[in-house]
Every structure is written in structure tokens, then in C-alpha cells.
T-cell receptor, first 111, second 112 residues
Framework: EDQVTQSPEALRLQEGESSSLNCSYTVSGLRGLFWYRQDPGKGPEFLFTLYSAGEEKEKERLKATLTKKESFLHITAPKPEDSATYLCAVQAAGSARQLTFGSGTQLTVLP | EAQVTQNPRYLITVTGKKLTVTCSQNMNHEYMSWYRQDPGLGLRQIYYSMNVEVTDKGDVPEGYKVSRKEKRNFPLILESPSPNQTSLYFC???????????FGSGTQLSVL
């Protein structure tokens, strides 16, 4: 059974204080790993897809990396507008229909 | 504007009273899906549809029905809602690659 575990559950940072969110996964052959951002009262919004170990993707202050067992979402010099819940999901090879999501990390960036 | 539209945004009902949550997308996506989101459990897939008249069960289909008669619409039906179906529901769609899901804004359902 595919599993995704995100840590920490919640993270509070001061503006400008860089940190990383972790996504550990167990999947029978990884087709893709996905990061989404979810703001309160809204649906998740797509950020990145990573396909293979060693791959990295960047968008503004966010950088996602992937190893064979986990992914990190690095946040550099965060701003209050980066406050959101960040969700990680995996898609197994041969299961091209659905994603398995983690419970998310709720990030709060204080001014 | 490309979007997935769900209605209603909030719904309070009583046990056993049939309800439908509508979902519509304007991006001509083949793939559509329903998820429920519960604290500590993450997003769990209820049903999905690969195209018109093609639907299949996700991880938690019990107590739900869906239909896909038109490409743009994918309603979620609760024939006899129960309190354990109180949750936040999201509809999502994507193209054939199924990589970038587009989510609706959610429907908060409370079953009393």
C-alpha cells in the first residue's frame, strides 16, 4: 500500500527564516511525486512534479528535491504570503489514475 | 478563466436525505475525480472518471455515487448521507497526463 508521511505537521517561521518540509513516501515504483499548496478555504494548487531521484524544481522561494525515499520542500527567506498548508502526493507506476496524499504541513510565516 | 466549479460551497443536511454536489470544469479535461479531506487523514479519493461514461472507485467509495454523462460535469451523489460523511469535498480535473490536478474550491458538508 502506498504511503506518504509529511513532517512536521505544523511549522512556524519568522519572515526570512529558511527551513525545509519533509515528505517520506513508500510506493511500489514511483511514477511521480507532487507538491501542492493549499490556502484556507481553497482547493489545493499545483506547485511541482518530480519524477526521479536527484531531480530539483524551483519556483520563487520554493525548491523541491527528490531522493528514493523522500522529498524536501525548501523555503528560502519566506514571507508571510507563503503561509499555507503544503501537501505532498505520490503516483505509483501502473496506477495512472490516482494520487496518494500526505496529511500536509501547515506553515505559518510571521512578519 | 480556466476553473473547476463546485456547488454548493456549504451544505448542512440530515441523515438519509439524498443530496448532490455538482462539479463542472471548462478546460475540456478528460479526467475528473472526487476527494474528501478530513483532519489528519489527508485527501482521499472517492471516485474518478477517465472520460464520459467511464467511472471507477477510488479508495473510499462506500456511500457515494457518481455519473459522467457529459465531459464537463461530474456530480457526486449521496443517496442516504450519514454523519461519517461529514467532510470537506473537492472535485478535481486534469488532462490525460494526470499530472497537474486542478481543484475546485471545495464543498463543506455537514450531516446531522
Amino acid at each position: 500500500e502506498d504511503q506518504v508521511t509529511q513532517s512536521p505537521e505544523a511549522l512556524r517561521l519568522q519572515e526570512g527564516e529558511s527551513s525545509s518540509l519533509n515528505c517520506s513516501y513508500t510506493v511500489s515504483g514511483l511514477r511521480g511525486l507532487f507538491w501542492y499548496r493549499q490556502d484556507p478555504g481553497k482547493g489545493p494548487e499545483f506547485l511541482f512534479t518530480l519524477y526521479s531521484a536527484g531531480e530539483e524544481k524551483e519556483k520563487e522561494r520554493l525548491k523541491a528535491t527528490l531522493t528514493k525515499k523522500e522529498s524536501f520542500l525548501h523555503i528560502t527567506a519566506p514571507k508571510p504570503e507563503d503561509s499555507a498548508t503544503y501537501l505532498c502526493a505520490v503516483q505509483a507506476a501502473g496506477s495512472a489514475r490516482q494520487l496518494t496524499f500526505g496529511s500536509g504541513t501547515q506553515l505559518t510565516v510571521l512578519p | 478563466e480556466a476553473q473547476v466549479t463546485q456547488n454548493p460551497r456549504y451544505l448542512i443536511t440530515v441523515t438519509g436525505k439524498k443530496l448532490t454536489v455538482t462539479c463542472s470544469q471548462n478546460m475540456n479535461h478528460e479526467y475528473m475525480s472526487w476527494y474528501r479531506q478530513d483532519p489528519g487523514l489527508g485527501l482521499r479519493q472517492i471516485y474518478y472518471s477517465m472520460n464520459v461514461e467511464v467511472t471507477d472507485k477510488g479508495d473510499v467509495p462506500e456511500g457515494y455515487k457518481v455519473s459522467r454523462k457529459e465531459k464537463r460535469n461530474f456530480p457526486l451523489i449521496l443517496e442516504s448521507p450519514s454523519p461519517n460523511q461529514t467532510s470537506l469535498y473537492f472535485c478535481a480535473s486534469t488532462t490525460g497526463g494526470k499530472e497537474k490536478l486542478f481543484f475546485g474550491s471545495g464543498t463543506q458538508l455537514s450531516v446531522l
